[in-house]
């Protein structure tokens, strides 16, 4: 059975810093892509950063360019994402996302595996 689990959510003060992490078992991962969705309370689910199987490719959603920083351990299938100078507005649950195309998973289609989310709150 395929699990993919995140966790490192918590409480932190604006200007702090988090770090997520998403373990991806029950299969076998190569080639794969992983990467980060949001979503706020009332608000759609949104792309934060995906990267591809090397590391070659991130992409990271204009929200957050210059705060949050994705990289991964194909070793473990594991994907993190560094969030730092954390602003209220990043307050959401946070999922982790496996699929096969990056362009195609900025724009949330074609995710083969979700996480059940981990949530982030940012106080003011």
């Known amino acids: 059975q395929v699990q993919v689990v995140e966790s490192g959510g918590g409480l932190v003060q604006a200007g702090g810093s988090l770090r997520l992490s998403c373990a991806a078992s029950g299969r076998t991962f190569s080639n794969y892509v992983m990467g980060w969705f949001r979503q706020a309370p009332g608000k759609e689910r949104e792309f934060v950063a995906a990267?591809?199987?090397?590391?070659?490719?991130?992409y990271n959603a204009d929200s957050v360019k210059g705060r949050f920083a994705i990289s991964r351990d194909n070793a473990k299938n594991t994907v993190y994402l560094q969030m730092n100078s954390l602003k209220p507005e990043d307050t959401a649950v946070y999922y982790c996302?496996?699929?096969?195309?990056?362009?195609?998973?900025?724009?949330?289609?074609?995710?083969?595996?979700w996480g059940k989310g981990t949530l982030v709150t940012v106080s003011s």
């Open positions: 990267i591809i199987w090397d590391g070659g490719i991130k």
């Open positions: 996302a496996v699929g096969t195309n990056i362009v195609t998973m900025t724009l949330g289609d074609d995710i083969d595996y």
